[in-house]
């Protein structure tokens, strides 16, 4: 919204709704077997399922995106042919992921006489592991955007923006054992050593482009069809946070850090009046 000849203000919102993966299985004697992988002591390992009766496992992934930014914006130039503005403002940003394995395992129990023909007292386990990341960026950006006339109805825009800010990241690992009824703390790749709400801090830089061509369908409708791009540095996503150690004093939380991109194709019209 321009307030006057050289100045305006703009803002934008952006949101992805839940990208989703998930995966289940079936583990039986005989048949096919599911293993989760880990990491013990000698190395490479794994827990097996469906050794003695069918056993599952499932998992599945979730992320989704919001956010936006405001600005104050001044015409550089403007004529017949282009016009170039600059903008400055504040940039949010809120990623949150999600990671969850469970699976069934039976198993024999431990330090028991076995009488031949008795039926065995297998024990029933669920085991849950769950990986939750939230990521929140906030920083001042600053940019330039500008608008080229190609032909008598045809427009070519640009929008190029940088944010520099910090990132604000929490990370909860939890994870539960149920057998006979009974539910404790704990599961496979989420224990004593590493359950928990962790929060770190981290600077980050959030480049943003935007290309669009436009098509004047009259003076005062505009159509338009583009790219946009974003990319976020260091942040804390679920499926990162899984450490497969299981020997002593793991698993542990790795904090680690990635880069986060976002693309697409746009499609909108533009009114002025």
Do not use: C
């Not at 499932?58 to 903008?87: C, E, K, P, Q, Y």
């Not at 790749?189 to 962790?198: K, P």
């Not at 974003?230 to 002593?248: C, N, P």
């Amino acid at each position: 919204m321009w307030l006057g000849e050289h100045w305006a203000v703009d803002g934008t919102f952006l949101y992805t709704s839940a990208a989703t993966a998930s995966f289940s299985g079936v583990s039986q004697p005989g048949g096919t077997i599911v293993a989760r992988p880990v990491i013990t002591g000698v190395g490479e390992g794994s827990v097996l399922l469906g050794q003695f009766q069918p056993d599952a496992v499932s998992a599945s992934a979730g992320s989704r995106l919001i956010g936006g930014d405001v600005n104050l914006r001044r015409n550089l130039l403007r004529n017949d042919f282009s016009t170039w503005d600059l903008f400055a403002g504040y940039r949010y940003l809120n990623l949150r992921d999600t990671v969850r394995v469970t699976h069934e395992n039976t198993l024999p129990p431990a330090n028991i006489l076995m009488v031949p023909g008795a039926p065995v007292p297998f024990t029933r386990n669920v085991v849950d592991d769950r990986f939750r990341t939230l990521n929140q960026f906030h920083g001042p950006q600053v940019g330039i955007a500008s608008t080229h006339r190609l032909f008598d109805r045809w427009t070519f825009s640009t929008r190029l923006g940088v944010a520099v800010g910090v990132t604000l990241s929490q990370t909860t690992l939890a994870g539960t054992t149920t057998a006979n009824g009974m539910t404790s703390a704990g599961g496979l790749l989420v224990g004593g050593t590493n359950a928990g709400r962790y929060e770190d801090s981290h600077f980050s830089v959030v480049p943003t482009a935007d290309m669009k061509l436009g098509y004047d369908v009259t003076d005062w409708l505009r159509l338009n069809v583009g790219y946009s791009f974003l990319y976020w540095s260091r942040v804390e996503r679920a499926g990162d946070q899984i450490d497969r150690a299981v020997f002593t004093g793991r698993p542990s939380y790795p904090g680690q850090t990635t880069g986060y991109w976002l693309q697409g194709v746009t499609l909108g019209a533009e009114v002025r009046y």
